[in-house]
């Protein structure tokens, strides 16, 4: 957890909380979602319309709490699946805004250095599997990663991200009835943020829940409001004691909203106008923020001091990222093998 | 008016879909969305529900479900959302649509469309061009359309073929390219290629979106006096044998241009038949241009790179003249 104290450091309103505690955790959580939010921003609204970002922008609008509130779950070496609505993981991981803006304006200091761009980004030393596009592919893949753990004697279990849609493919039931029946300790964790890009939830399936194919695979299902971090940290934090207690896999539901387009180019003109505003009033930074103020766990100062400082955070981060080199066209044969097999 | 090469698979479809009331499309966002690229835009309003499927992310249950309803008599036309999923489909392409009529002599009528290439910076799962693996496959048919004209004839002969058919379209043509279309209706043979431009120095046997790579290069070449022949595929399976031959009997020198990867690509095949059918009329050997065996890579610089690129043929043609 260095990189997470070195981020907390700087900001004596949380530095003052006790870790462990309810208060602690609010302001953690609170801190890694306005920086979720900021970068997230500055990345649809500004540096995509500006044409520095090319290609895909999927963002985590609305649903910061899923993301932030599983991340405050687990110990540094479970091992972490994001979807692409999953930002905030990373940051709790230790990865700087910086690497993240130059991710995605294809820069050398991005994740990938150029080769891959948005939320397609790993790095196992930090216990964190990129995705592919494919959605659900990762659910087998944390299966037997999770079977790999227990193989060799770790305590640590895989947490593995997807939307309501992603529960449509055959990977995905593959990957859950193979976890179940091998009761592999690793926990689903669905963003069901009710659209799958135009598809309502109600043309993606039959069930009401996400959480209700659960028990078609013989496992524990639960829904959570994704929209209340502490909710899904408390639900998150059960179902790692199941799986590290050799119970098995579970799967939790964080019902919650897509405050955004389905990627940066989509105005999303077929969501019903009134869900936005329902919706608006549900932020979950926003609940946060209101639940530390009424808990007292701090003044209102210290929340905007903490985005203050988030926000010239950002700025700095990005004006790295726009000074960070454009890889050299010859890493285009870069890594294909471990070793190259060029002239063979 | 001209008509793009996106608005003419609409068109395409469209018509289809009014001619045989049995025609219907099936894929993810095609209904209200109107799909990733529109090309089912409006279709819902005019066709209604039952024509215009919409369906979860379910990319084994679209082709599947298309195959059983081809099978009871439907023309379904399934989308993929890009190409590059059309992996999770997979197993339904190559195993059950592609071998039913050899086993048991079953038509099965699908199109599967899927929108392919690079060139519009998506990384490497927005931007492969998987044709090969399904040339690779007997049974079935595989089209790249490069102009508009084309592309509507070939997914109206792939809707009335019976056989499946896996029509990629390439994403950076949709609104780069367009041409006037006949009125009436007309439809482009299935497995025949076309002298996209004559020439009697050098044939560049290509397809796709790199049928402009190689003519830029040929208008480059001309301000020299040499006289670059475009033969463009357009199906590659079945490939047209007689059309590449007659070109290199007539040039005596031959690049094969794709933009999908090297090695395994459908520039290999090619280049065997020509050694096996055409060797005695070679000048020079026959040379491939194609992408590095590489993932498709994000950041434009590196895909710059990647992509086949006008100069990347000159350089070859000039190699090859130089025989
Ligand atoms: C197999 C597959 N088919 C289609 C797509 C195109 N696609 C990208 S995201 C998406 C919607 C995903 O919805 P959901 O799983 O609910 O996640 P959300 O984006 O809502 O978080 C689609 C259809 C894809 N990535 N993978
Ligand atoms: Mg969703």
């Known amino acids: ?344 | 008016m001209a008509t793009t090469y996106l608005e003419a698979i609409r068109e395409g479809i469209w018509e289809e879909m009014e001619r045989d009331p049995n025609v219907f499309v099936i894929g993810e966002d095609i209904g209200i969305y109107g799909g990733a690229f529109k090309i089912t835009a409006g279709m819902l309003d005019h066709f209604g529900e039952k024509r215009i499927v919409d369906t979860p992310i379910s990319e084994s249950a679209i082709v599947g479900a298309a195959i059983g309803a081809g099978m009871m008599g439907l023309r379904p036309v399934a989308e993929m959302q890009f190409a590059d999923f059309i992996t999770c489909g997979f197993d339904q392409i190559v195993n059950f649509a592609a071998k039913c009529r050899y086993r048991w002599g079953a038509s099965v009528p699908i199109v599967v469309r899927a929108p392919s290439g690079g060139g519009i910076h998506g990384g490497p799962f927005h931007s492969q061009n998987p044709e090969a693996w399904f040339v690779h496959t007997p049974g079935l048919k595989v089209i790249t359309p490069s102009t508009a004209y084309d592309a509507k004839g070939l997914v109206k002969s792939a809707i009335r073929d019976n056989d499946p058919v896996i029509f990629f379209e390439h994403k950076a043509l949709y609104r780069r390219v367009k041409e006037e279309l006949p009125q009436e209706d007309y439809t482009v043979p299935i497995g025949k290629a076309r002298v996209f431009r004559e020439g009697s120095d050098l044939s560049i046997i290509t397809y796709g979106a790199m049928v402009y790579v190689a003519e830029e290069a040929a208008t480059e070449l001309e301000k020299e006096g040499i006289s670059l022949e475009i033969v463009d595929l357009r199906t590659l399976l079945p490939i047209d044998e007689g059309t590449v031959l007659e070109s290199v009997k007539k040039t005596s020198r031959v690049i094969l241009l794709h933009e999908d990867t090297l090695t395994g690509g459908i520039g290999g095949e090619i280049a065997a038949r020509i050694g096996e059918k055409a060797f005695e009329y070679l000048d020079a050997p026959v040379m491939r241009i194609a992408a590095p065996d590489t993932p498709v890579p994000y950041s434009p610089p590196l895909e710059e790179a990647f992509l086949p690129n006008p100069q990347k043929v000159l350089e070859k043609a000039r190699q090859l003249l130089g025989y």
């Open chain 1, 1 to 344: 957890m260095a990189a997470v104290k070195s981020l907390l450091t700087g900001n004596p309103a949380i530095a003052a909380e006790e870790p462990g505690t309810e208060a602690g955790l609010a302001l953690r959580a609170f801190h890694y979602m306005t920086l979720m939010r900021e970068v997230e921003d500055r990345i649809e609204r500004k540096l995509y319309r500006q044409g520095k970002i090319l290609g895909g922008v999927y963002v985590g609008r609305g649903q910061e709490a899923i993301c932030i509130g599983a991340g405050l779950a687990v110990e540094p070496e479970d091992v972490l699946f994001p979807s692409h609505r999953d930002l905030g993981l990373y940051f709790i991981r230790g990865i700087h805004p910086r690497q993240v803006f130059a991710q995605y304006m294809g820069r050398v200091g991005g994740i990938t250095r150029g080769k891959d761009g948005n939320m397609h980004m790993g790095d196992l030393s930090l216990h964190i599997v990129a995705i592919i596009s494919a959605m659900a592919a990762s659910v087998p893949v944390a299966a037997g990663a999770a079977m790999a753990l227990r193989y060799k004697g770790s305590r640590n279990v895989a947490l593995c991200f997807f939307g309501d849609g992603a529960t449509s493919r055959g990977d995905w039931h593959e990957g859950l009835n193979l976890a179940a029946v091998q009761k592999a300790p690793v926990v689903y964790i669905c963003n069901n943020n009710q659209y799958a890009y135009s598809t309502p939830l109600s043309k993606q399936m039959r069930c009401e829940n996400v959480a209700d194919r659960a028990p078609g695979y013989g496992i524990p299902g639960h829904i959570v409001d994704g929209n209340d971090v502490l909710a899904v940290n408390a639900t998150v934090k059960r179902a790692i004691e199941h799986a590290r207690a050799g119970l098995g896999p579970s799967l939790i539901e964080c019902k919650s909203f897509r405050m955004t387009g389905h990627s940066a180019h989509d105005a999303a003109s077929y969501v019903p106008e009134h869900l936005w505003a329902e919706w608006a009033q549900k932020d979950p930074i926003l609940r946060l923020r209101s639940r530390i103020l009424a808990e007292g766990w701090a003044e209102e100062q210290d929340l905007d001091r903490i985005t203050g400082q988030i926000r010239s955070e950002v700025e700095e981060a990005v004006e790295w990222a726009e000074n960070s080199p454009y890889p050299d066209p010859s890493e285009v044969l870069n890594n294909v093998y471990e070793q190259s097999i060029e002239g063979k």
